[in-house]
């Protein structure tokens, strides 16, 4: 609450034409972002007992779903299911959840929405006799007409399911295609237990927590734990794509079924490549974009937009005053570094569409309230930077709506980073040079003006990274053997792990196998790798953890899974065009708002966590870095402190570790 008043004070509106709620009455559903919970036993329980352990699960995440909360009991109490839910559409109780089909037959818990429910219900409407609106019955309508392992490939949404089939005594959970709603397993002595966040299944009897010192060693490398790992050893995630049915809570096998993969989409647009002129493409795309917007603006709450003022969040932020001319409220953060800030231009393309646009001034006192909490917001460790301002601007926003549309997704399918026009071209090169020959230039490549320079060129980055840190990672990369190896330098840390974790096998690239097929080009290869583990591991969670820890409700139409197989079928010069990112989307953004208002180096959505760490922070880090750990955390404490001295002595190339160090430490003593 501290920080709320605070920052309430250096909001910054302008305002236009003022909000109204969207929603189409042919469409209405009772749509949640909530949380989820269940417990399978392998024999019956209590079904006092399962229903006070699902209710306490679900009471964990409250915050994900204060409007409303259930459990339901399977019949021979061997399962409970939770939920928590946040009202979006239909805000009776007609929603309520768990809810159990017309049969009886499966009972479902359901955080998410469905996007084509409608058109779903036209299908469905004459064989089931609904009784509400909501996209929760539409699911369990469609389980009862197809069955679970055929309705859900049907959905289009961002949804996390469970379904319990009395018939069969099975659990069925999925999770949408690109890993948008987060779902944790957990299985110990006789029990399988699910949850949208880590917290809940701390409640499960019998639960243990015990580091995965590989899932920590790639954390530290990556800044967060990729699937299907968790940062605790009994925990794992089930993948974005993905159908898990489960007969047993002892069986084996728990990765599931892909009915949708990154991997597939690329092969099938691959195959089928575009035929049609640039200009046709980006009608094509015009069309997409436009329906993934308007699905997204129902609503029977305000609907809002986080707005960087980049090319993605501009994009959607365009379509919306389209479809809704007039009632679009934006918002932003405004870092006191110039380097990191585009207030400035999100202020001006919320000015061009006539949107009620906020900014937050991010300030001090912000810092020291949200840092140190992030440990209990992000219950498993995960070190983006952008985390802060991404908690703040959800915070800004859910003052005056409940549900805010995103660019994310925009870089990764459609070639936004600097390192696809500049890195690959470099790795590309460097393949073809003997080992022993890269090993030796990697060597000679001096941190000289000359070297830094070209480095900018071809390593790519943000504007905020240095010379010296772009020539950092292109020796790592030299030195490296394999593409998959070369991309790891350039995308990670750079954590010396022999050194902080000597007493751990150190695990290989997070499945980056794809980057070693020389059959696409680089850069394909490269956003290939990014939509399957960067962009739902790092942005998506980071997205959803932070708004939902404010109860706000984002939406990606970016994200929309006809959008990201039609990027696919683009060929790579729509995307990468004479060293410039995003060509398609930048040609479809000038329909509608001048270029000079967007045309720009691209800065990247992060945080000044160098000079954080050196100044405002730096008490909070130092007395995690340099204070015995609360228990075994898999670090060596002569290696921790050395991290900390060089990052102290200088070396901004140790900042993200040292950041990525102190979260963790922060982490365990809050959750170990």
């Not at 092969?267 to 493409?281: K, T, V, Y």
């Not at 800004?396 to 936004?416: H, I, K, S």
């Not at 994200?559 to 990112?581: C, N, Q, V, Y």
């Not at 959505?605 to 880090?621: C, D, E, K």
């Amino acid at each position: 609450m501290g920080l709320f008043v605070r920052a309430s004070q250096r909001w910054d509106t302008v305002s236009y034409p003022g909000t109204v709620c969207i929603a189409d009455p042919a469409s209405i559903c009772s749509c949640r972002m909530c949380g989820i919970v269940g417990v399978f036993y392998g024999s019956s329980r209590s079904a006092d007992l399962l229903r006070e352990i699902g209710r306490r699960m679900s009471d964990s995440l409250r915050h994900r779903g204060p409007d409303d909360g259930g459990v339901e009991v399977a019949d021979g109490a061997c399962a409970v299911l939770g939920a928590r839910r946040l009202a979006i559409l239909d805000l009776s109780d007609a929603g309520h959840q768990p809810m159990t089909s017309a049969s009886g037959r499966y009972t479902v818990a359901f955080n998410g929405a469905i996007y084509n429910h409608v058109d779903l219900r036209h299908e469905l409407d004459s064989a089931y006799p609904f009784r509400g609106t909501s996209d929760t019955e539409t699911i369990l309508a469609a389980c009862e007409r197809w069955g679970v392992s055929a309705a859900v490939p049907r959905l289009d949404g961002m949804f996390a399911i469970a379904v319990w089939d009395r018939l069969t005594g099975e659990l069925s959970l999925a999770r949408d295609r690109l890993g948008e709603k987060p779902l944790y397993l957990y299985r110990g002595d006789g029990v399988l237990a699910f949850a949208s966040e880590l917290r809940a299944l701390r409640c499960v009897p019998g639960f243990t927590a015990a580091v995965d010192p590989g899932a920590l060693a790639q954390y530290l490398s990556y800044l967060f734990v990729p699937a299907p790992r968790s940062i605790l050893r009994n925990v794992t995630k089930l993948r974005p794509g993905h159908l898990l049915t489960v007969s047993s809570p002892g069986q084996s096998d728990l990765t599931g079924a892909a009915f949708w993969s990154v991997g597939g989409a690329a092969d099938r647009g691959l195959a089928s490549p575009w035929r049609g002129s640039p200009d046709e493409a980006v009608e094509t795309l015009d069309a997409l974009l436009r329906d993934a917007v308007r699905r997204r603006l129902h609503a029977d709450v305000p609907v809002g937009a986080l707005l960087s003022g980049g090319v993605d969040s501009s994009l959607v932020v365009a379509r919306m005053a389209a479809l809704a001319p007039g009632s679009i409220r934006t918002y932003a953060v405004s870092f006191p570094e110039a380097a990191y800030d585009e207030s400035a231009h999100s202020t001006v393309v919320a000015r061009h569409f006539g949107t009620s646009h906020t900014t937050l001034n991010l300030a001090t006192a912000d810092l020291l309230d949200v840092v140190p909490r992030l440990a209990s917001l992000f219950d498993e460790p995960h070190a983006d930077p952008s985390c802060v301002p991404t908690y703040l601007i959800s915070l800004l926003a859910r003052r005056d709506v409940t549900v805010a549309l995103t660019g994310d997704g925009g870089d990764e399918f459609f070639g936004g980073y600097n390192r696809y026009a500049r890195g690959a071209p470099l790795l590309a090169i460097a393949q073809l040079l003997p080992l022993a020959l890269r090993r030796q230039a990697a060597r000679l490549w001096l941190p000289r003006d000359s070297a830094a320079g070209l480095a900018r060129r071809l390593a790519g980055g943000g504007e905020q990274q240095s010379g010296r840190s772009r020539n950092f990672r292109v020796r790592r990369m030299l030195r490296a053997e394999l593409p998959s190896a070369m991309y790891e330098q350039m995308i990670t840390t750079g954590a010396p792990l022999d050194a902080l974790m000597p007493r751990t096998r150190l695990p290989v690239l997070a499945e980056g196998s794809d980057l070693d097929d020389p059959t696409h080009a680089v850069a394909l290869r490269m956003m290939r790798f990014d939509q399957r583990i960067y962009l739902p591991d790092d942005l998506l969670a980071k997205l959803d953890r932070a708004s939902m820890a404010v109860s706000l409700e984002t939406r990606t139409p970016l994200l929309d899974h006809r959008i990201a197989e039609f990027s696919w079928r683009l060929p790579l010069a729509m995307k990468l065009r004479r060293g410039r990112t995003k060509w398609i989307l930048r040609a479809l953004l000038a329909r509608d708002l001048p270029r000079r208002l967007f045309e720009r180096p691209k800065m990247g959505f992060t945080s000044p966590i160098h000079a954080w760490l050196r100044g405002p922070l730096r008490p909070w880090a130092e007395d995690l870095l340099c204070s015995a750990p609360t228990h075994d955390d898999h670090l060596d404490e002569s290696a921790v402190r050395t991290q900390w001295q060089r990052f102290l002595d200088g070396d901004d190339d140790t900042a993200l570790l040292v950041w990525a160090l102190a979260i963790y430490r922060a982490w365990a003593r809050t959750w170990m």
